[in-house]
């Protein structure tokens, strides 16, 4: 088995919720890579952000790993996307590899969140943890928060979770 999933099915909760970022992301959209592309099947590829959005097909560090050598051979940030064990609330796990000369960033464990005239990101579960803000052209990695309190973090996290509820299981 494949650390990282290898085929765009839209009956994997993985994908759907990998399509569910879409809107919030740039175009173009590269579903299937050139034969000669060192881009594995089953990712999206968006170059305008200079990012490969990826899901994991199992346990999420062997996937990391597989992650870090797509985002070398791609010279691209990676999104991976996967589904936690509990995933009765907060069913999706981000996690971004942000891919330098000399080292790659990993920000781990993040939740979707998202609110109107805001610009979308993923944040930390934990406390203290930096966040990637979905920008127009990239993830940005912050180790500012997009919102301004507790308050705002809640309704941004339970937006970005009935967003993904949506996507991943058509409910509200």
């Known amino acids: 088995m494949t650390a990282l999933i290898e085929q765009l099915h839209i009956a994997s909760p993985v994908v759907r919720a990998?399509?569910?970022l879409l809107p919030h992301l740039?175009?173009?959209v590269v579903l299937e890579p050139a034969p000669n592309s060192p881009l594995p099947r089953g990712c999206l590829h968006l170059p305008s952000m200079r990012?490969?959005?990826?899901?994991?097909?199992?346990?999420?560090?062997?996937?990391?790993?597989?992650a870090e050598a797509v985002a070398r051979a791609m010279?691209?940030?990676v999104l991976v996307v996967s589904i936690r064990p509990n995933h009765a609330t907060r069913a999706m796990r981000y996690d971004v590899l942000f891919v330098e000369q000399d080292r790659t960033?990993?920000?781990?464990d993040l939740l979707f969140w998202t609110?109107?005239?805001r610009m979308?990101?993923?944040?930390?579960?934990?406390r203290g943890a930096p966040a990637a803000i979905i920008g127009k052209t990239t993830l940005i990695p912050s180790d500012a928060m997009p919102f301004r309190d507790a308050t705002e973090r809640a309704t941004g996290v339970a937006r970005g979770v009935s967003e993904?509820?949506?996507a991943l299981w058509g409910e509200k």
């Open 18 to 20: 990998m399509l569910g």
């Open 26 to 28: 740039t175009p173009p």
């Open 51 to 66: 990012l490969v959005v990826t899901g994991a097909a199992g346990p999420v560090v062997p996937a990391l790993g597989a």
């Open 75 to 77: 010279d691209a940030d």
């Open 105 to 108: 960033e990993h920000v781990s």
């Open 115 to 117: 609110l109107p005239d």
């Open 120 to 126: 979308p990101a993923l944040v930390p579960m934990a």
């Open 164 to 166: 993904q509820r949506l």
